[in-house]
């Protein structure tokens, strides 16, 4: 799950990292306030920021620093409710629908530090660049060195021997060693306590009065963990999701959309992944990824089919199943319960094999419908790739 910068920087403030001084607007009318109340306690400029679920904001035009208050209510007025696009967002971007105001700093460095999971060693790693502002995939391609790495071991937090060794390989000045060691130590015991699968601080910054800042703030959690923190299950912003996906999740389903025309409906993970591979070794793009689950019901099935139908790129959809715990026949009556329902007119192929499959086929022969039958899946895909090819 995904939170916003505004949320992220609550979170890290409790546990004492030190976070510019702000407050998230959800209109002009809020922003204009807080922009008098950050120049009335003193600062001499505020940075004016779009929240949403995607990083690269600051290239897309969606972060703006006011030396004024009339600036600042331009900026506000600009970046909301715009369609910010970012490298993250897509082509069609996001519609801004919150502002982080904040008092700006006068920044001498920009570094980069980040806690992510390992999964090749089980445990968080902690990771620092001296190259902050920057994308880090960009660092870590064109030079892995300049990223610092200490792992943490678990129940432990980062260790303050660690925080100073990487402290010192930043090569910050030493009147801001003790200061970083704290910042990092409970960046690293935020991560931990809230159970993250990331959380980035990009720009870190040491300022030219000798302070430290997250001047910007990015965590995700660990879905399986989210039953542990309702609190934090309450951040969650559905309307920055992927509407289909937001539906998806009501059921249970995992559901995934991507940018190809050809619906992909599948059973088990590793079944989903091998369709996807051999759609686009067929010469096709899939539209989702969509792994209905090993247990599913009539109903999920029903939901699925509806999702999948209700994405205007899906040209053509591959029902490709193998009846284990899930038995063909359920598959089937879910089909065509929800064919009759959403009454499509796409090409649908579909490769069932498994738990009675004989009883699954017979009621899709006699619903009256129209299936295009595949034997193998190299055949299903061939098949399903024609297909969304012949619809316009
Ligand atoms: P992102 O583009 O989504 O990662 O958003 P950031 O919060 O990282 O902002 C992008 C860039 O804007 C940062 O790397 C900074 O260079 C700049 N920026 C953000 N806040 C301030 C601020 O308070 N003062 C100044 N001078 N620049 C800022
Ligand atoms: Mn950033």
Do not use: W
């Amino acid at each position: 799950m995904k939170i916003h910068e505004y949320q992220a920087k609550e979170i890290l403030a409790k546990y004492g990292v030190a976070v510019p001084k702000g407050e998230m607007a959800n209109t002009l009318e809020e922003a204009i306030e807080v922009t008098r109340l950050l120049f009335a306690e003193g600062a001499s400029g505020v940075v004016v920021k779009a929240q949403i679920h995607a990083g690269g904001r600051g290239k897309g035009g969606g972060v703006k620093v006011a030396k004024t208050r009339e600036d600042a209510e331009l900026h506000a007025k600009n970046i909301l409710g715009m369609q910010l696009v970012t490298h993250q967002t897509g082509p069609a971007g996001q519609k801004v629908q919150r502002l982080l105001v904040e008092e700006t700093a006068a920044i001498d460095r920009e570094l980069y530090l980040g806690i992510v999971l390992d999964r090749a060693t089980g445990k968080l790693v902690f990771m620092a660049s001296q190259a902050g502002g920057m994308e880090i995939e960009e660092v870590a391609a064109k030079d892995p060195n300049a990223i610092i790495k200490e792992h943490i071991l678990p129940g432990f937090g980062l260790r303050s021997f660690q925080a100073r060794e990487i402290a010192f390989r930043l090569g910050l000045e030493a009147r801001y060693i003790s200061g970083a060691v704290k910042f990092m130590m409970a960046l690293a015991r935020a991560a931990e306590d809230t159970d993250a699968s990331l959380v980035e601080i990009n720009p870190f910054i040491t300022t030219t009065d000798g302070r430290l800042f997250a001047l910007d703030a990015k965590m995700n959690f660990d879905d399986n963990a989210l039953s542990r923190h309702p609190d934090i299950l309450e951040l969650r912003d559905i309307s920055e999701e992927d509407p289909l996906e937001v539906e998806a999740s009501k059921y249970n389903l995992n559901y995934i959309k991507l940018d190809g025309n050809v619906g992909c409906m599948v059973n088990g993970a590793g079944l989903a992944m091998a369709t996807m591979d051999i759609i686009q070794y067929a010469g096709g793009m899939p539209a989702n990824f969509l792994d209905v689950g090993g247990g599913a019901n009539e109903e999920q099935v029903t939901h699925a089919f509806e999702i999948l139908l209700s994405d205007q790129n899906v040209k053509a959809v591959l029902i490709n199943i193998f009846g284990g715990i899930l038995r063909v026949d359920t598959l089937a009556n879910g089909i065509v319960s929800a064919a009759r329902k959403t009454k499509f007119q796409l090409p649908i192929v579909l490769r069932l094999e498994g738990t009675n499959v004989e009883q699954g086929r017979k009621t899709l022969q006699e619903s009256g419908l129209k299936f295009i039958v595949a034997q193998t899946m190299k055949d299903a895909a061939e098949k399903v790739v024609a297909a969304a090819k012949g619809v316009q």
